[in-house]
């Protein structure tokens, strides 16, 4: 069985920074395709970030283009949500999710082709 295991996340001023990460762990794979989602108060989970198993491509949604940067590191086996600038509408739970399938870049985006979730984390912005 593969687990995601999620850092914990936490409260930050409007303007600031904060890093999640996640962990696959147990039967996982030396390589996937990362994705972060996110469910604000009120809202359906949206896909946030992907960043693609063969050749590190990097996907955003317009959302948190250029403000958010998403990362790994292939001998640990975890992924990074960099947070910069945020401002109370990031305010939700984070996800991340995993698969082993080269999509294309367009495709990262889909929920549904993700295999293997975190258990999510919280992450507050407000004054």
């Known amino acids: 069985q593969v687990q995601l295991e999620q850092s914990a996340g936490g409260s930050v001023l409007p303007g600031g920074s904060l890093r999640l990460s996640c962990t696959a762990s147990g039967r996982a794979s030396s390589s996937y395709t990362w994705g972060w989602f996110r469910r604000a108060p009120g809202k359906e989970r949206e896909f946030v970030a992907a960043i693609r198993r063969g050749d590190g491509h990097t996907y955003y949604a317009g959302a948190v283009r250029g403000r958010f940067s998403i990362s790994r590191d292939r001998g640990k086996n975890t992924v990074y949500l960099q947070m910069n600038n945020l401002n109370p509408e990031d305010t939700a739970d984070y996800y991340c999710?995993?698969?082993?399938?080269?999509?294309?870049?367009?495709?990262?985006?889909?929920?549904?082709?993700?295999?293997?979730w975190g258990q999510g984390t919280q992450v507050t912005v407000s004054s």
């Open positions: 999710a995993a698969t082993s399938v080269n999509y294309n870049l367009g495709s990262m985006s889909r929920q549904d082709l993700y295999d293997y």
